[in-house]
């Protein structure tokens, strides 16, 4: 497998003890949900990740463009959000993931918590898989308000898998927090509003989350206008032409 690739993260201070990521996914529900932590509980950017042997990627907002992954806090905040809005292809995820992780390790960063969206979820409720010291420390106490239940089966790929499989035979505590996403939406409102309060009820964080509600409520009913188009427009090329025997 290549391992052709290099990262240099840099920051200003080390990062707090408990890091929260998310990396992109279907919906990009983890992304939005740290994107509006971030800007709810006005954290300041404190670091970002120069990837050297991937796909140069350089997103930008307001005509300025910003690195693709950045770490954020604050001095009352006991957590670091890394988001990324880096594609990394599969066969790369184990050498990023690896050094992701010895940086994690170096920096006395001692909890992980993943935010994932995933399409074959069939509930709206939150999932988790979590190491059993993440579990006892984050959601013993809180899996019944949180609605909150376990993955029964399956396997993470990626990054995300890189991460939790670490918390097996280390002490880090790693927990993945996962919820359903609707397949069309390419920006899943729901999904990200469903991680920020779940985050919010572990780390109890005081954010309102009326702004990202209305903006789940809006991007629900922009998609399901489109499904209702689309199938209009089905039914009526579907609909048999009527001949014309030139009755009066």
Request: one cysteine or more; glycine letters at 6%; hydrophobic letters at 40%.
């Given at each position: 497998?290549?391992?052709?690739?290099?990262?240099?993260?840099?920051?200003?201070?080390?990062?707090?003890?408990?890091?929260?990521?998310?990396?992109?996914?279907?919906?990009?529900?983890?992304?939005?949900?740290?994107?509006?932590?971030?800007?709810q509980?006005?954290?300041?950017?404190?670091?970002?990740?120069?990837?050297?042997?991937?796909?140069?990627?350089?997103?930008?907002?307001?005509?300025?463009?910003?690195?693709?992954?950045?770490?954020?806090?604050?001095?009352?905040?006991?957590?670091?959000?890394?988001?990324?809005e880096?594609?990394?292809?599969?066969?790369?995820?184990?050498?990023?993931?690896?050094?992701?992780?010895?940086?994690?390790?170096?920096?006395?960063?001692?909890e992980?918590?993943?935010l994932?969206?995933?399409?074959t979820?069939?509930?709206?409720?939150?999932?988790?898989?979590?190491?059993?010291?993440?579990?006892?420390?984050?959601?013993?106490?809180?899996?019944?308000s949180?609605?909150?239940?376990?993955?029964?089966?399956?396997?993470?790929?990626?990054?995300?898998?890189s991460?939790?499989?670490?918390?097996?035979?280390?002490?880090?505590?790693?927990?993945?927090?996962?919820t359903?996403?609707?397949?069309?939406?390419?920006?899943?409102?729901?999904?990200?509003?469903?991680?920020?309060?779940g985050?919010?009820?572990?780390?109890?964080?005081?954010?309102?989350?009326?702004?990202?509600?209305?903006?789940?409520?809006?991007?629900?009913?922009?998609?399901?206008?489109?499904?209702?188009?689309?199938?209009?427009?089905?039914?009526?090329?579907?609909?048999?032409?009527?001949?014309d025997?030139?009755?009066m």
């Amino acid at each position: 497998m290549t391992d052709d690739i290099s990262l240099e993260i840099e920051t200003a201070d080390p990062p707090e003890t408990n890091l929260v990521v998310a990396f992109p996914g279907p919906g990009m529900g983890a992304i939005s949900a740290n994107q509006y932590l971030i800007e709810q509980l006005g954290l300041e950017e404190t670091g970002h990740v120069r990837a050297e042997g991937l796909a140069a990627v350089t997103p930008f907002a307001d005509g300025r463009p910003y690195h693709h992954t950045r770490l954020f806090t604050s001095e009352s905040l006991e957590c670091t959000l890394l988001t990324s809005e880096l594609p990394i292809p599969t066969h790369l995820t184990e050498p990023f993931g690896r050094i992701l992780l010895e940086w994690v390790e170096d920096n006395g960063v001692d909890e992980v918590t993943v935010l994932t969206t995933m399409p074959t979820l069939a509930s709206d409720d939150l999932f988790y898989v979590a190491s059993e010291d993440y579990y006892d420390r984050r959601l013993a106490d809180r899996s019944e308000s949180l609605s909150l239940s376990p993955l029964t089966g399956g396997f993470f790929t990626g990054v995300n898998a890189s991460l939790t499989s670490r918390a097996i035979d280390t002490d880090l505590r790693v927990g993945v927090l996962a919820t359903a996403v609707e397949r069309p939406h390419v920006l899943d409102g729901d999904a990200a509003l469903r991680l920020v309060e779940g985050l919010q009820e572990i780390y109890e964080f005081d954010v309102d989350t009326d702004e990202l509600r209305q903006f789940a409520d809006r991007t629900r009913d922009h998609y399901r206008e489109l499904v209702e188009q689309v199938e209009a427009q089905t039914r009526a090329q579907q609909r048999p032409a009527v001949e014309d025997r030139g009755f009066m």
